[in-house]
């Protein structure tokens, strides 16, 4: 599959240009941010969380117009939008009674941007007083974990920063002794829980070490991007009306009737085999996900997810990090960072219900935390870094040449991406030209030579 580089600068400036577009309506700030935190992801090699991925310019496109027809619903706000509801136009924060706590409501926005504009006051408040925390509810997706934590670090701070998610992981339920009863112990078990993912940067002499980490399997967007993949291959659409359509001409079927039926072949062949029923050839290229990465409603493998539909929302998951087997501990801490943001105003109930037809019936806000904490408390900073330096060293010691620090391959392929452009595959380019042409503006990134 062929790619391209393009500059860092370009793609931002291209994608701030579509977020602000009248049939968007982010403004210049918003715009900004967002298309900040995109394109930090794609420098760090992340291009699931990029311009082009699961959550970039395309989902946040459909995010902010797939609900103008349902009055008072809107799972992502514009500032326009917003005053059209006689509200505040912008997020709001409010005063607490501690001095290093800070309470928000997001209102909606962008949750890049407000999380961006928060950490100003984050950073200042833990230089002051030597902690500081900001608990954002009433939020939406806000990329990389990672990337905020970092540029808290780099203030000489240690940070946290968490996130909750739509529902994408089930309960933890533990092994039986009979067999047979393993394989089908997630019968009828409710998802719960989303991929919330937690980030972890500290700063030492010498750099920063960082880890952002889903508490599932693995995050839940590399799948969305193969479905929505899959549904381009297949020419699956999605009306007004939300519901999707597999096949073609007289062969045209409801896609939610045969989606989970389909998704459970794990040979590309045999699927081809069982769609020639609605209408296609063989020449079909389909992509599966990795093998144990989503899980069907009990327990058994999915491999060919066809759309980003009710059904993948509805039956497919994520097991909890450490497997279906050994999960507890990552189903523990998943907890922990969901009652974490419950304490901060987040949503104590499932934030994505469907209705019968698979059309949201939440508007599937989400919450999040910001932790910067002060490294000097017990040495000067400078002795504070050498120590940690030192610790870093020895860790480097006992390990060989095929070892990295947490957060180290992508420091590395975040240089090498700036100095060489960053890759981009031509499927993520032709879903910018494809919002381009939606939006009836020019496509004018140029690629580097």
Same mark, same amino acid.
């Given at each position: 599959m062929g790619q391209n580089r393009f500059r860092a600068e370009d793609l931002m400036e291209f994608a701030k240009h579509i977020l602000v577009h009248p049939r968007i309506g982010f403004t210049e700030k918003q715009a900004h941010a967002a298309s900040t935190?995109?394109?930090?992801?794609? *420098?760090?090699?992340?291009?699931? @969380?990029?311009?082009?991925?699961?959550?970039?310019?395309? %989902?946040?496109?459909?995010?902010?117009?797939?609900?103008?027809?349902?009055?008072?619903?809107? $799972?992502?706000?514009?500032?326009?939008?917003?005053?059209?509801?006689?509200?505040?136009? %912008?997020?709001?924060?409010?005063?607490?009674?501690?001095?290093?706590?800070? @309470?928000? %409501?997001? $209102?909606? *926005?962008?949750?890049?941007?407000?999380?961006?504009?928060?950490?100003?006051?984050?950073?200042?408040?833990?230089?002051?007083?030597g902690y500081a925390k900001a608990y954002i509810r009433n939020s939406t997706h806000f990329g990389d974990c990672g990337i905020y934590t970092e540029m808290i670090a780099e203030k000489d701070l240690a940070a946290k920063v968490t996130s909750t998610s739509p529902a994408w992981t089930k309960p933890f339920v533990e092994l039986q002794r009979d067999e047979k009863k393993n394989a089908r112990r997630y019968s009828g078990v409710e998802k719960r829980f989303g991929t919330n993912p937690i980030a972890w940067s500290i700063p030492f002499d010498k750099g920063i070490v960082t880890i952002d980490i889903a508490v599932t399997q693995r995050a839940v967007s590399p799948a969305i991007d193969v479905a929505r993949s899959n549904a381009a291959a297949l020419g699956i659409t999605q009306p007004i009306d939300g519901q999707f359509f597999i096949g073609k001409g007289k062969h045209k079927t409801p896609l939610r009737k045969v989606h989970l039926g389909l998704s459970r072949i794990d040979n590309e062949q045999e699927l081809k085999k069982a769609i020639a029923a609605f209408g296609y050839d063989n020449s079909i290229g389909l992509t599966p996900v990795e093998k144990g990465f989503l899980k069907g409603p009990d327990g058994e493998d999915i491999y060919y997810p066809l759309a980003f539909d009710d059904v993948f929302k509805e039956n497919f998951w994520i097991a909890p990090l450490g497997g279906t087997y050994f999960g507890y501990k990552g189903f523990g801490l998943n907890m922990l960072i969901e009652l974490d943001n419950v304490v901060g105003g987040g949503n104590p109930e499932l934030i994505r219900r469907l209705d019968s037809e698979g059309r949201p019936k939440t508007p599937e806000r989400v919450s999040h935390t910001i932790e910067a904490y002060a490294i000097d408390g017990l040495y000067c900073l400078k002795e504070a870094k050498e120590r940690l330096g030192r610790a870093v060293r020895v860790t480097r010691e006992c390990g060989n040449k095929l070892m990295f620090l947490p957060g180290e391959k992508e420091q590395i392929k975040r240089q090498e991406n700036l100095k060489k452009g960053i890759p981009m595959r031509s499927e993520q380019i032709g879903k910018l030209k494809q919002i381009a042409e939606m939006l009836d503006v020019p496509f004018d990134l140029k690629p580097l030579g």
């Open positions: 935190i995109l394109v930090e992801a794609d *420098l760090r090699g992340d291009s699931d @969380h990029g311009v082009a991925g699961a959550s970039g310019i395309y %989902d946040i496109y459909l995010k902010v117009n797939e609900d103008a027809a349902v009055p008072g619903f809107k $799972r992502l706000c514009t500032p326009g939008y917003l005053q059209q509801q006689g509200e505040k136009a %912008d997020f709001s924060v409010e005063d607490t009674r501690y001095p290093t706590i800070i @309470h928000v %409501d997001a $209102r909606g *926005l962008l949750g890049a941007y407000v999380t961006l504009e928060l950490i100003p006051e984050v950073i200042s408040r833990a230089k002051r007083f």
